[in-house]
């Protein structure tokens, strides 16, 4: 459907890195998780967007290239942005 999306959310991105992990095209958006309001409003606000898109039309060749790019998804394309998060935002100990 068009309005399901997978969001990442991170506390340990900075603004470089969303685009570096949307590069990677396995997600459909990403935000830094900032204060507890900050980040319930970009939520809230992701939700409002999709909420809106039920009554639109839907696009069956983006729909069509949504299924094929989500079965194209293999393990190392998770691997990699497992990769790359840990070795940009790893937290401090």
């Known amino acids: 459907r068009p309005s399901v ?14 685009g570096k992990v ?6 459909d958006g990403a935000m830094r998780k900032l204060s507890s ?3 319930v409003q970009s939520i809230l606000t992701e939700i409002q967007m999709a909420n809106e898109m039920p ?8 729909f069509a290239n949504a299924r094929v790019r989500a079965g194209n998804v293999s ?19």
């Open 5 to 18: 999306r997978v969001i990442l959310i991170s506390a340990y991105i900075d603004d470089s890195d969303i």
């Open 55 to 62: 009554d639109d039309d839907t696009d069956w060749v983006q």
């Open 37 to 39: 309001i900050e980040t």
């Open 22 to 27: 949307m590069e990677l095209g396995i997600i």
């Open 75 to 93: 393990q190392e394309d998770l691997d990699k942005l497992d990769e790359y998060l840990g070795q940009h935002r790893a937290p401090s100990s």
